[in-house]
C-alpha cells in the first residue's frame, strides 16, 4: 500500500512512531559522546588544578544538562509545544563546552600561549571533536525534524476532521426495495375485536329449556347470504313432523321449516299428546294450525 492510499490515522501513528524514534536516537548518541568525552573532561580539569575527587564531576553535570534539555524538547514537540530560545542556548552552550574542554590539549599544547592556535594536533583535533560536533549537529538536525512532523499530523488531522464531519453531515438514505404488490396484513393488535354473541336461552312450556342457535357473525366482512325462502305451511308441517320423529331438536327444525321456535315447540307439543294418547285411543287427525300461528 503506497503512501497515498493510507488512512490518515495510520499515518498519524507513523508520524508519532517516527518522531519517538528521533528522540531515543538523540538521546542514545548523547549518552555515547558524554562516556567518551568523560576521561578528556577529567583530566583537563585534574591538569587545572582541580581536586581528582571532585574533577569527575564536571563532565557528568554538563552531560546531564545537554541529556535533559534533549529530552524534554523531544516530548514538548510531541505534544506540539516548541520551547523558548534559552533552550536552543543550553544545547549549544553544553555542546561547545564539550568540545572546547575535549579539544584543548589539541588546540593548545602544554606552553602554547592563548591565542590563534599555532601548534595544532590535527589527529588529536578531529578525535576530540567527532563526539560533540556530532552530538550538536545531530540535535539541530532532529529539531527540524521535529517540526515538519509535527506540520504534517496537524495537516493529517485536519483532513481526518474534515472527513469525520461530512460523514456526520451527510444524510442517511434507506436501501432501496422492491414495492410490495400486496396489502401488509393487520397484526393482531390492530384487528377489530368482534362481539362475542352468547346463545341464548329459550323456556317453553313445561318448563322445558332450549338454546337459541345463533349463527356467528362473519369475521371475514363477506356480505351475509341471503335468507332462506319460507316454505309453505303443509310442507313445513311435514318438515317438523320429520324432525320430531328423527328426535332432533326443536331449534333444528325451526331451522329446517322456516317456522318460529314456539311455532315448532307447539307442533312437537301437540305430536307428543298424540303419542302418549296412541295406545289408547286412534290416532287423531293433525289439523294444519292456522297461518296466523306462522311467523
Excluded at 548523547?30 to 562516556?35: I, K, L, R
Aim: hydrophobic share 45%.
Amino acid at each position: 500500500m503506497s503512501q497515498q492510499t493510507r488512512p490518515h490515522a495510520q499515518q498519524i501513528a507513523a508520524l508519532h512512531a517516527l518522531q519517538s524514534g528521533l528522540t531515543k536516537t538523540l538521546v542514545t548518541v548523547a549518552v555515547v559522546a558524554m562516556t567518551f568525552t568523560a576521561t578528556n573532561v577529567t583530566l583537563f580539569a585534574i591538569d587545572h588544578h582541580i581536586n581528582p575527587w571532585i574533577a569527575w564531576l564536571l563532565d557528568p553535570m554538563v552531560a546531564v544538562a545537554l541529556g535533559t534539555v534533549l529530552i524534554v524538547d523531544g516530548r514538548l514537540s510531541e505534544y506540539g509545544v516548541h520551547p523558548s530560545g534559552w533552550a536552543s542556548g543550553l544545547r549549544w552552550f553544553a555542546g561547545l563546552g564539550t568540545w572546547i574542554m575535549n579539544c584543548w590539549s589539541s588546540l593548545w599544547p602544554n606552553g602554547a600561549p592563548f591565542g590563534i592556535p599555532r601548534d595544532v594536533d590535527p589527529a588529536g583535533l578531529v578525535l576530540h571533536s567527532i563526539p560533540p560536533v556530532l552530538l550538536i549537529v545531530l540535535a539541530e538536525a532532529i529539531t527540524f525534524y521535529r517540526r515538519a512532523i509535527l506540520g504534517k499530523i496537524a495537516e493529517l488531522r485536519a483532513l481526518v476532521d474534515t472527513e469525520a464531519s461530512e460523514v456526520d453531515a451527510a444524510p442517511v438514505h434507506p436501501a432501496s426495495t422492491a414495492p410490495s404488490t400486496t396489502a401488509p396484513e393487520p397484526s393482531q393488535a390492530e384487528r377489530p375485536a368482534l362481539p362475542v354473541r352468547q346463545p341464548s336461552l329459550v323456556i317453553c312450556g313445561d318448563q322445558a329449556v332450549y338454546a337459541l342457535t345463533v349463527p356467528p357473525a362473519s369475521a371475514s366482512g363477506d356480505e351475509e347470504e341471503p335468507e332462506a325462502e319460507k316454505l309453505p305451511a303443509d310442507e313445513a308441517l311435514n318438515v317438523i313432523r320429520a324432525c320430531w320423529a328423527m328426535g332432533e331438536t326443536i331449534a333444528e327444525a325451526a331451522r329446517k321449516s322456516t317456522r318460529s321456535t314456539s311455532y315448532v315447540h307447539k307442533v312437537y307439543q301437540r305430536l307428543k299428546d298424540s303419542a302418549d294418547t296412541s295406545t289408547q285411543e286412534p290416532s287423531k287427525a293433525l289439523v294444519p294450525v292456522g297461518s296466523g300461528a306462522a311467523r
